[in-house]
């Protein structure tokens, strides 16, 4: 009779199964822990820990509980933590060399939790990792907003730094003016003046007293008479051309005192202007409000868009390169890979679906993610996710949508679309700012996003009313008029409603922020503005005004005393043609 069974046989086969299945259950799953946090920890460039593992054969799948994610630029927080990871492989795919998960399902999973160790390591990775920095709008978006500093306006500093034209327009027409006088004084006495028109009236008085009566002695000589006259003209002659000449002279100083009187005015409409105490410049208020926020908030999202693009086009690039050393000509006899064409082609890794339920403050936000590998060009899918959580404790809805397209590798699409309702504010910090620090106490804000990035194009924008709000402005506030102001007209608002649109390149892109904000925060500043504007002119004028008086008194004293040298000229015109006029009359 046959022996079915031989029991050499089969006792070395349960050996080694027995061996085998205690292999399995006391070493692979240390195996596979082990080998997750390694591999996980070179990827990120930090610690990846696990508290657990668990591989099941039937049906073939993985459990991870504990599973947390180090920030590589922050190694005492956490990117991401998982509460537990399930997922279910394709057994026949292995045979392939393919990693296809069918269904992964993550619960309670966290983002940016506190680790109480540090993750740091050292590796390069994390020294690649550490230099993923967040790329600041072009422009100056983020340099915030220049308020006109009406308090710190000090009148008596401005004059002592600034030159005055007005005291140089009124010195050079004082020295131009003494110059003048002077020649003239010296003209003066080369003129004809009362000495000479004194010896004229004696000259006449012998021609009356002497004797013979209007015929006889000196008076009846003609000679005598005539000669006296033509000197008394050319006397006259020549005082009325200098008068002529002076009346020029002065006329020409006309305009020019004229200038220097009005000289004085022009400096403080020139100050004025060019301290610029003008509500016009008080564009854009909005941006002094959330401008901070703004501008943190883009630079985080270009944060954690690097991180995501890193992660998805690494194993692509691992890839490509994979595949040009493998086209390098092989050795004679050593033979060469080649990949047939499948019907049905699959990458080599490939997580069909992701189910995740996300703990968030606001309470849980769940969804799925669809066709997560490196390789969407393979596969002619991208990447989709979908998100959403009704009726949580701080909001009444949150949507998130998007997709990450690499299907075709040099067209790559990204978008991404949040819708979030009537989300309970409270004490949610708008700025930071030392001198205008705003928090809304409590509110409900509306919001809607929507980005997308096709190729190196960049567009965006984001829609956020807020409602029923009331907010506060920290003690710092107030340091000014205008910053009082301000703060005063925040506190009285109840909503707002601003956009923010974006435009460019992931590397160099522009933000403009609108909102009706604006208007409110221009009002206020302007009324305060126009008022410490009138109030600065008010006091540059007179502080102007008294600094030009005493050159202005100087200035009007010379101009009197060239006005005394015209009435000296014209004293002696009538003096000469008084003498003259009594010269022809009969005596």
């Given at each position: 009779?046959?022996?079915?069974?031989?029991?050499q046989g089969l006792f070395v086969f349960v050996g080694i199964s027995l061996i085998l299945t205690i292999f399995w259950l006391i070493f692979v799953d240390g195996i596979v822990k082990r080998t997750i946090e390694s591999y996980g920890t070179r990827a990120v460039g930090a610690k990846v820990e696990l508290a657990d593992a668990d591989l099941k054969l039937f049906p073939l799948g993985l459990t991870l509980e504990g599973l947390a994610?180090?920030?590589?630029?922050?190694?005492?927080?956490?990117?991401?933590?998982?509460?537990?990871?399930?997922?279910?492989?394709?057994?026949?795919?292995?045979?392939?060399r393919k990693i296809i998960v069918e269904e992964v399902t993550l619960a309670g999973v966290r983002v940016n939790t506190v680790r109480k160790t540090s993750g740091a390591v050292k590796t390069p990775k994390a020294k690649e990792s550490s230099q993923v920095s967040a790329k600041?709008?072009?422009?100056?978006?983020?340099?915030g907003v220049s308020l006109p500093a009406v308090d710190s306006l000090d009148i008596q500093k401005i004059l002592a730094e600034e030159k005055l034209e007005s005291?140089?327009?009124?010195?050079?027409?004082?020295?131009?003016?003494?110059?003048?006088?002077?020649?003239?004084?010296?003209?003066?006495?080369?003129?004809?003046?009362?000495?000479?028109?004194?010896?004229?009236?004696?000259?006449?008085?012998?021609?009356?007293?002497?004797?013979?009566?209007?015929?006889?002695?000196?008076l009846g000589s003609v000679g005598n008479l005539t000669s006296l006259q033509k000197d008394i003209q050319a006397d006259l002659d020549r005082l009325k051309n200098a008068q002529k000449q002076f009346d020029q002279i002065k006329s020409g100083f006309g305009g020019q005192l004229q200038q220097a009187a009005a000289a004085p005015l022009k400096d403080v409409e020139r100050l004025k202007q060019k301290y610029a105490?003008?509500?016009?410049?008080?564009?854009?208020?909005?941006?002094?409000?959330?401008?901070?926020?703004?501008?943190?908030?883009?630079?985080?999202?270009?944060?954690?868009?690097?991180?995501?693009?890193?992660?998805?086009?690494?194993?692509?690039k691992d890839s490509d390169k994979a595949k040009k050393e493998k086209e390098v000509r092989p050795q004679r006899g050593a033979g060469v890979y080649v990949r047939f064409k499948e019907y049905t082609p699959l990458p080599d890794f490939l997580i069909r679906r992701a189910r995740a339920a996300f703990v968030i403050e606001a309470g849980e936000l769940s969804g799925k993610i669809e066709n997560i590998t490196p390789d969407q060009d393979i596969l002619g899918k991208p990447l989709t996710f979908a998100f959403a959580g009704e009726k949580l404790n701080q909001l009444q809805t949150l949507k998130l949508e998007?997709?990450?397209?690499?299907?075709?590798?040099?067209?790559?699409?990204?978008?991404?679309?949040?819708?979030?309702?009537?989300?309970?504010?409270?004490?949610?910090?708008?700025?930071?700012?030392?001198?205008?620090?705003?928090?809304?106490?409590?509110?409900?804000?509306?919001?809607?996003l929507l980005a997308k990035l096709e190729g190196d194009d960049l567009s965006g924008n984001l829609t956020t009313k807020v409602k029923s709000?009331?907010?506060?402005?920290?003690?710092?506030?107030?340091?000014?008029?205008?910053?009082?102001?301000?703060g005063s007209a925040l506190t009285q608002l109840s909503g707002f409603t601003a956009r923010v649109d974006v435009s460019g390149t992931p590397d160099d892109y522009a933000v403009r922020l609108t909102s009706d904000l604006d208007q409110v925060l221009k009002s206020a500043a302007g009324r305060m503005v126009q008022q410490q504007a009138e109030k600065f002119e008010k006091e540059l004028k007179a502080a102007v005004l008294a600094k030009a008086a005493g050159p202005l008194e100087g200035l009007k004293a010379d101009q009197n005393a060239l006005n005394a040298v015209g009435t000296q000229l014209a004293d002696r015109l009538n003096m000469g043609s008084g003498l003259l006029g009594n010269l022809k009359r009969p005596f």
């Open positions: 009779m046959k022996k079915w069974i031989r029991w994610v180090t920030n590589p630029d922050k190694p005492m927080e956490n990117i991401v933590e998982i509460s537990r990871t399930a997922l279910l492989l394709e057994p026949l795919q292995l045979l392939r600041k709008p072009s422009g100056t978006f983020c340099d005291l140089a327009l009124i010195q050079k027409l004082q020295n131009e003016l003494q110059g003048e006088n002077s020649n003239w004084q010296k003209r003066l006495k080369e003129l004809p003046g009362k000495e000479k028109f004194d010896d004229y009236r004696s000259r006449i008085e012998k021609l009356k007293s002497g004797s013979g009566g209007l015929g006889g002695g000196l105490l003008s509500p016009q410049g008080l564009d854009n208020m909005a941006k002094l409000v959330l401008g901070q926020k703004v501008c943190g908030g883009m630079q985080k999202a270009g944060e954690w868009y690097e991180r995501i693009k890193f992660v998805l086009e690494r194993s692509r998007g997709s990450i397209n690499r299907v075709v590798p040099e067209s790559p699409m990204d978008q991404v679309a949040l819708q979030l309702k009537e989300y309970k504010v409270q004490n949610a910090s708008l700025s930071q700012a030392a001198d205008l620090p705003v928090t809304i106490k409590e509110g409900l804000a509306d919001m809607d709000a009331s907010l506060s402005v920290g003690e710092g506030a107030g340091k000014g008029p205008v910053l009082g102001a301000i």
